[in-house]
């Protein structure tokens, strides 16, 4: 790993904007190093995980979708037929057919935000960007929001579990083809909130093991484009899990959940030792970012530091591989609030460029 962003700064995903050009003003206006693509929750359902990221899935038949709901068709008699389909597009969408991986795309009607990023970096050029930025949803977060026909969740079907990580390995790495044709290097998280579900009783058959192998065969589409990998997610969890993964950035909501890094500094001592970036959602994505500073924020995240330091995690090398981050989406939020979030996070950014300067 030889990414060293040093207080550069990105954003999650969701804006709360319908129009494509409000959104990409924002993001352009405040993050225009590592600008990324705007999910627009608020257009409607289409722009959801079944419509954006599960499309080859939908159209060989194997989810099936009514009205708003989806779920995994397992009772149809062409089952088999459709799965052998899917497969044979895998296979050859995986094995570099160009023609192939285009199944895995967004549908236009389902990503405005996506296409009016292209659009707009093609017409006016790169600019100050030294990466863009992409995202997807996980397969926990996805497989315990699907079911099957027989009201089964989709994560603890083995057979349909491995459909969604072969779907969404293949959606990541057609989604970094199109952004690094952009002229800069493509950086695509994996929003996976649902690794909080590792360790609780309710959960107990969702190893360590599983989340790990379903990661990684995610990040190794997106690794090969060349492209660098994150995973984003916004609870408490045991990060040690997404240290051992082949990933260059781990992303949380650190401006609520900080401290449960420290349980795991060794852990992060080994993942920063090895080059690996921490991206720290310091600017809280709720009302509490009107009654927050740059400053107070900074100085949040100088007390993370310190602890992190007290545990044996070398300093330096921490703020050379710190990035900056909200704390999570803004994509319900109101406009006001969303556009407040974008400030403080160029400004805690600008902040911790010049502290790593020094």
């Known amino acids: 790993m030889g990414f060293k962003p040093a207080g550069l700064l990105t954003g999650i995903g969701s804006v709360p904007y319908t129009d494509p050009d409000e959104a990409l003003s924002l993001i352009f206006q405040n993050m225009p190093e590592i600008p990324h693509w705007p999910q627009m929750p608020k257009r409607g359902f289409k722009e959801g995980f079944a419509f954006q990221f599960l499309t080859p899935l939908v159209r060989t038949g194997l989810i099936r979708l009514e009205g708003d ?21 895998y296979l050859a969408a995986a094995g570099g057919d160009v023609e192939a991986l285009e199944a895995f795309s967004i549908p236009g009607e389902s990503a405005a935000g996506f296409f009016s990023f292209l659009n707009r970096v093609r017409q006016e050029g790169p600019g100050e960007a030294l990466y863009f930025k992409g995202h997807l949803a996980g397969p926990l977060t996805v497989g315990f929001n699907l079911k099957d026909a027989g009201g089964r969740l989709a994560y603890y079907e083995d057979q349909l579990r491995d459909l969604l990580v072969k779907t969404l390995a293949l959606h990541g790495r057609w989604q970094a083809v199109k952004l690094a044709g952009l002229g800069r290097p493509a950086i695509i998280f994996v929003d996976e909130p649902g690794v909080s579900v590792y360790g609780k009783s309710a959960y107990i058959t969702v190893t360590r093991e599983m989340i790990i ?30 240290y051992s993964c082949d990933l260059e950035i781990v992303n949380l909501d650190a401006y609520n959940f ?40 900074v100085n949040r995240l100088r007390e993370i530091w310190e602890g992190l330091r007290d545990r044996g995690v070398p300093g330096r090398q921490l703020l050379d ?8 989406g803004t994509g319900l939020l109101d406009p006001g609030l969303a556009s407040r979030i974008y400030r403080l996070a160029r400004e805690v950014s600008g902040a911790v460029r010049e502290i790593t300067s020094a």
């Open 69 to 89: 709901r989806a779920y995994f068709d397992t009772g149809s008699d062409r089952w088999e037929e459709r799965m052998a389909e899917f497969y044979a597009l």
């Open 258 to 297: 900080g401290n449960s890094l420290l349980p795991f500094a060794a852990e992060l001592k080994e993942f920063i030792l090895r080059g690996g970036v921490l991206a720290l959602g310091i600017v809280p994505t709720s009302e509490k970012a009107f009654a927050e500073t740059g400053q107070s924020l």
């Open 321 to 328: 591989q710190t990035m900056i981050t909200p704390a999570c």
């Open 213 to 242: 192998r379903d990661l990684n065969e995610i990040f190794d589409q997106i690794h090969a484009t060349g492209a660098l990998a994150g995973v984003h997610s916004c609870d408490a969890v045991d990060w040690s899990i997404l």
